[in-house]
T-cell receptor
Framework: KQEVTQIPAALSVPEGENLVLNCSFT??????LQWFRQDPGKGLTSLLL?????REQTSGRLNASLDKSSGRSTLYIAASQPGDSATYLC???????????FGSGTRLLVRP | GAVVSQHPSWVICKSGTSVKIECRSL??????MFWYRQFPKQSLMLMAT?????????EQGVEKDKFLINHASLTLSTLTVTSAHPEDSSFYIC???????????FGQGTRLTVV
């Protein structure tokens, strides 16, 4: 059974800092790995999708990497801003079932 | 990106009544949609996979008679919480993908409160 873990559970940083969010998964038979952002009481916004054959994806100040063999993905946020404050969720799309399995999320607070 | 619209965004109902939540893919056809439940400060738990024109597939532990799912068209799936009780209060979110292995797009979510 796939288990997705995110560390840390919460993070508070001053504005401008570069930061790394971690995601690990136990079953490497994934189709892709996706990162989402969730604002309080809202749905999910897709940030980045990394196919299992890829190593990383970039979008603006966001960079996500994937090491499928070790079961790890990281989301790097450069020059953080208060508007980046949200919960970040990673999710693994399983190869066999195409089910999306979510981690528990990292709650990020960027202080002005 | 593709747009998934969910309605209503919040609903309050009395215990024992039923509530219907709609999920629409606005600019693409989705043969498969997914329903998730999220408790406060917890992650999303997959409840069921909604398949157009056929029965939904429910995850272990999810009561199919309580959470009725209908996927009557390629752009609409509905989740009906029947005989709702306070413990059904939660945040329900739907999702759809353009293709089986593609990017997932989510609705805005529905906050259900049963009083």
């Amino acid at each position: 059974k796939q288990e997705v873990t995110q560390i840390p559970a919460a993070l508070s940083v001053p504005e401008g800092e570069n930061l790394v969010l971690n995601c690990s998964f136990t079953d490497s038979a994934i189709y892709n790995l996706q990162w989402f952002r969730q604002d309080p009481g809202k749905g999910l916004t897709s940030l980045l999708l990394i196919q299992s054959s890829q190593r990383e994806q970039t979008s603006g100040r966001l960079n996500a990497s994937l090491d499928k063999s070790s079961g790890r993905s990281t989301l790097y946020i450069a020059a953080s801003q208060p508007g980046d404050s949200a919960t970040y969720l990673c999710a693994a799309l399983m190869d066999s079932s195409y089910k999306l399995i979510f981690g528990s999320g990292t709650r990020l607070l960027v202080r002005p | 990106g593709a747009v998934v619209s969910q309605h209503p965004s919040w609903v309050i109902c009395k215990s024992g009544t039923s509530v219907k939540i709609e999920c629409r893919s606005l600019d693409f056809q989705a043969t498969t949609m997914f329903w998730y439940r999220q408790f406060p400060k917890q992650s999303l738990m997959l409840m069921a996979t909604s398949n157009e024109g056929s029965k939904a597939t429910y995850e272990q532990g999810v009561e199919k008679d309580k959470f009725l799912i209908n996927h009557a068209s390629l752009t609409l799936s509905t989740l009906t919480v029947t005989s709702a009780h306070p413990e059904d209060s939660s945040f329900y979110i739907c999702s759809a993908r353009v293709s089986a292995g593609g990017r997932a797009f989510f609705g805005q979510g529905t906050r259900l409160t049963v009083v």
